[in-house]
C-alpha cells in the first residue's frame, strides 16, 4: 500500500482503540500502519469529551504499549492560535469520542476543522472513534442529547452516513433508517457494531475490521437493502503483516 495515499480510519468506539493492558492494542498498530513510519507521532483531539485528563493520559499510556509518539491539541487550553500549526509534524490525528455536536462546534470555533481537513489533503492519516468518526461523515448519528438519538452534520470528509454503537442499542440504527428516509439522506450509510471499524483509502471504502469475529459492519448505497460487509480480524491482519 502506497504511504502517498491518503487514508481515514473511522473506529465505532474508542474502547476498541484502548484495549485493556492485558489485550494486544491491535487497532492502534493498525493505524500505525497506515503512517508507514515505525514510530509515528500521533495528535490526540479531545475535544469531544472535554479534554479530559483521564482519557488524554490513557492515550499516552497507549503510545507507550503500541510504539508511537503521542502529541496532545487542548483546544480548551491552545499555546498556539495558528490552526495552520495545529498539525505541524504529525503523521496521524485521532479524535476521540464524546459529544458530536459539541465536538464539531469546537473545531470549527478554532478553524480545526478547515485545518484537519488540510492535514488529511496532505496525506496526514486521520482517526476517529465514535463522535470523532461521525464528524468524519457528512452525517452521524449522536447521543449528544442523551435521551435520543438523532443524525447531525459532519465535517464531510467523507461521503455519506454512519451509525456507529449500532448494537449498542436498537434505536440508533432506527434514527439512521428516518434520517434515509428524509430529505438529507446521504449515501453510502455505514452501520458498525462496536469494535469495528471501516479503513477508507482515497476517499472509498477499502475494508472493514474488527477486534472480534462476531462484531458486523452494514452498508446501504441507497437501494433500499443494508448488507452486510466482509469484517476482517484485525489479529489476522497484524499477525501477517498485511497492512
Given amino acids: 500500500m502506497?504511504?502517498?495515499?491518503?487514508?481515514?480510519l473511522a473506529i465505532s468506539n474508542s474502547a476498541a482503540l484502548f484495549v485493556e493492558t492485558w489485550q494486544p492494542p491491535h487497532m492502534a498498530r493498525y493505524l500505525i500502519g497506515l503512517t508507514g513510519?515505525?514510530?509515528?507521532?500521533?495528535?490526540?483531539?479531545?475535544?469531544?469529551n472535554g479534554d479530559s485528563?483521564?482519557?488524554?493520559?490513557?492515550?499516552?499510556?497507549?503510545?507507550?504499549?503500541?510504539?508511537?509518539?503521542?502529541?496532545?491539541l487542548n483546544l480548551f487550553a491552545l499555546e498556539e492560535g495558528d490552526p495552520d500549526r495545529f498539525f505541524s509534524g504529525v503523521d496521524a490525528i485521532y479524535?476521540?469520542?464524546?459529544?458530536?455536536?459539541?465536538?464539531?462546534?469546537i473545531l470549527r470555533e478554532w478553524s480545526a476543522d478547515t485545518a484537519l481537513r488540510r492535514a488529511y489533503e496532505?496525506?496526514?492519516?486521520?482517526a476517529g472513534a465514535s463522535a470523532g468518526a461521525n464528524i468524519l461523515f457528512e452525517w452521524g448519528m449522536t447521543d449528544s442529547i442523551k435521551t435520543r438519538i438523532e443524525p447531525t452534520r459532519g465535517l464531510g470528509l467523507l461521503k455519506g452516513s454512519v451509525s456507529v454503537h449500532a448494537n449498542a442499542r436498537s434505536d440508533r440504527n432506527e434514527a439512521l433508517q428516518r434520517h434515509l428516509g428524509g430529505p438529507d439522506a446521504s449515501f453510502p450509510a455505514y452501520s458498525l457494531?462496536?469494535?469495528?471499524?471501516?479503513?477508507?483509502?482515497?476517499?472509498a471504502q477499502f475494508c472493514a475490521i474488527a477486534t472480534d469475529c462476531e462484531a458486523q459492519v452494514h452498508r446501504d448505497i441507497g437501494n433500499g437493502?443494508?448488507?452486510?460487509?466482509?469484517?476482517?480480524?484485525?489479529s489476522e491482519i497484524i499477525e501477517t503483516d498485511t497492512i
Fill in 193 to 203: 457494531d462496536d469494535g469495528t471499524a471501516l479503513h477508507f483509502r482515497n476517499d
Fill in 37 to 48: 513510519k515505525e514510530r509515528p507521532v500521533i495528535c490526540h483531539i479531545g475535544a469531544a
Fill in 95 to 105: 479524535l476521540d469520542g464524546g459529544s458530536t455536536r459539541n465536538l464539531r462546534a
Fill in 122 to 126: 496532505a496525506g496526514i492519516v486521520v
Fill in 225 to 234: 437493502e443494508a448488507v452486510a460487509v466482509h469484517v476482517t480480524v484485525l
Fill in 53 to 72: 485528563v483521564e482519557k488524554s493520559g490513557r492515550f499516552f499510556a497507549l503510545a507507550q504499549r503500541a510504539g508511537f509518539e503521542a502529541r496532545h
Fill in 2 to 8: 502506497s504511504v502517498s495515499d491518503r487514508h481515514i
